[in-house]
């Protein structure tokens, strides 16, 4: 596949993130509440110590990044689309967080940086081999990343992903799919 043209149609994503508001991915719902809630609880529980450097990869709309600002620590966020990123800088004004513009997949930040490295729901829109090469680059030696991801062997998950229609009405990319475990 062009990874070119898959970055294009990841930028245009952003846009249906931005029209469609965070209802996309259903966060405002109980169900969504409680699934937020146990991801910002996995995340914060992941990264321990104190003056981390913590990069997050496809911060979004900010709604993750929010939780990762909590922690003690130096934060770097990261999205494709600029559009995001405002939304996400206006929601975390935190001193300690850096909004950037990259595309992980190829990536100018710096190599061994990172004691951690995180994202929500990110890997499956990427490139995962071109993504995991260079998030083992960013991590400082004994670094550790987590992700959070759709799983394919959610019966909803499976049918979101591979019927076109729904895919569609769900507000997927073309190119994102789900991970078995």
């Not at 294009?8 to 509440?33: D, F």
């Given at each position: ?42 995340f ?15 911060c ?13 620590c ?28 990259d595309?992980?997949c ?20 990427l ?8 998030i ?8 550790k ?15 979101q992903?591979?019927?076109p ?7 997927d ?9």
């Amino acid at each position: 596949m062009n990874s070119n043209k898959r970055f294009e149609r990841e930028i245009q994503h952003a846009e249906v993130i931005l029209n469609r508001g965070e209802e996309v991915w259903n966060w405002s719902s109980p169900a969504g509440q409680m699934r937020w809630r146990r991801r910002c609880g996995l995340f914060t529980s992941f990264i321990v110590g104190r003056h981390r450097t913590i990069l997050e990869i496809g911060c979004g709309t900010g709604l993750f990044t929010q939780c990762l600002a909590s922690l003690d620590c130096k934060l770097f966020s990261i999205d494709i689309s600029n559009h995001l990123l405002e939304r996400a800088q206006k929601r975390v004004p935190a001193s300690h967080v850096t909004f950037k513009m990259d595309n992980i997949c190829r990536s100018d930040l710096k190599s061994a940086c990172f004691d951690y490295i995180v994202g929500s729901s990110i890997l499956h829109h990427l490139e995962v081999k071109s993504a995991l090469r260079e998030i083992f680059r960013l991590l400082k030696p004994g670094g550790k990343c987590l992700f959070t991801e759709p799983n394919m062997m959610n019966p909803q998950i499976a049918l979101q992903k591979n019927i076109p229609f729904l895919k569609k009405w769900a507000g997927d990319s073309p190119d994102e799919t789900a991970f078995f475990r």
